[in-house]
């Protein structure tokens, strides 16, 4: 991202007033978050959203987030809810941990989000295009799941029985990730 005042130059962080990007020269640190020249001259600094606020929401799963302005994955994360309790209803033996994880998980991603929001850190380092990405495919798994169970009277119940293997293959992502990272650096 680059400064909204200077374009060859890339954004240190936003203002916690305006929202804009913009270079280290633009920005001083006040009080803890970053105000772009115009802002500075204000008195304190506003939070934009609360921690605490966003992590209550937030345990109903994709309401925190929804709080804090990313609407897309406020709404994907309570559809993965959504569709854990509905193969919850299939005898689906983890799905209580799923939700269990889910919840905690959104709760303290949305405290942490609203954190980071507050100091004016670059959006592209809370952005969720990754996380999205990992939800979509846990939405579509689920989705099939359900189809199968519904529509075609499949017994899904062994096919649940396999998420360890998700696991590995998270794992094994993670590893060549990593790697790859760790050769480009060489």
């Not at 270079?23 to 008195?43: D, F």
């Not at 380092?125 to 689920?142: K, M, R």
């Not at 075609?152 to 790697?179: C, E, M, N, R």
Request: aromatic content about 14%; hydrophobic content about 45%; some cysteine.
């Amino acid at each position: 991202m680059k400064c909204t005042n200077h374009n060859e130059k890339e954004a240190l962080g936003v203002c916690v007033q305006c929202g804009k990007p913009f270079c280290e020269e633009c920005l001083i640190l006040k009080e803890g978050k970053y105000l772009c020249t115009e802002h500075r001259k204000m008195g304190k600094a506003k939070f934009f959203k609360s921690p605490t606020l966003a992590f209550l929401l937030n345990l109903f799963p994709g309401l925190g987030y929804i709080y804090l302005g990313f609407y897309k994955f406020g709404f994907l994360i309570f559809l993965t809810f959504a569709g854990l309790i509905s193969l919850g209803e299939s005898d689906c033996d983890i799905c209580g941990l799923g939700i269990a994880f889910l919840i905690g998980f959104a709760a303290l991603d949305g405290w942490r989000k609203a954190k980071k929001l507050n100091l004016g850190e670059l959006r592209e380092d809370i952005d969720v295009v990754s996380g999205q990405i990992t939800l979509g495919v846990i939405l579509a798994i689920i989705g099939i799941l359900l189809l199968l169970s519904n529509v075609f009277y499949v017994d899904i119940s062994y096919i649940l029985k396999l998420w360890p293997l998700a696991l590995i293959i998270l794992g094994g992502y993670y590893i060549y990730k990593h790697l790859k990272k760790y050769k480009s650096n060489i």
